[in-house]
């Protein structure tokens, strides 16, 4: 059965780094592009990163770029999340998704509609 299983998470102070990871399995994993998403407490699931299936593109959300690195190693089936200088309001539950097949473009790697298959999450907390 296709599965997606974070990891990596944690407690960590604020301009600290952490290195998330989802292993993925039951479908061929390059065939898809794949997405980080992120949801603070009592907030909206929103964009982090995403990553197409070669892994030749990448998009970001404002508020990380500069600061996470998305990438993936498709031999072994996994999606990683760099990130550097975190702060206290990169605070909340981290998910990986699996986006629907076809390019990724901006317009629908930021779209969390877009994607079809979402691990449990890793919680993130960074404090001051």
């Known amino acids: 059965q296709a599965q997606l299983v974070e990891s990596g998470g944690g407690t960590v102070q604020a301009g600290g780094s952490l290195r998330l990871s989802c292993a993925a399995s039951?479908?061929?994993?390059?065939?898809?592009?794949m997405g980080w998403f992120r949801q603070g407490p009592g907030k909206e699931r929103v964009f982090v990163a995403a990553?197409?299936?070669?892994?030749?593109?990448?998009y970001y959300a404002d508020s990380v770029r500069g600061r996470f690195t998305i990438s993936r190693h498709n031999a072994n089936n996994t999606l990683l999340l760099q990130m550097n200088s975190l702060e206290p309001e990169d605070t909340a539950i981290y998910l990986c998704?699996?986006?629907?097949?076809?390019?990724?473009?901006?317009?629908?790697?930021?779209?969390?509609?877009?994607?079809?298959?979402w691990g449990q999450g890793t919680q993130v907390t960074v404090s001051s």
């Open positions: 998704a699996r986006k629907i097949k076809g390019r990724l473009v901006p317009q629908n790697a930021r779209n969390r509609h877009e994607y079809f298959q």
């Open positions: 039951g479908r061929s994993f390059s065939d898809y592009a």
């Open positions: 990553i197409s299936g070669g892994g030749g593109t990448t």
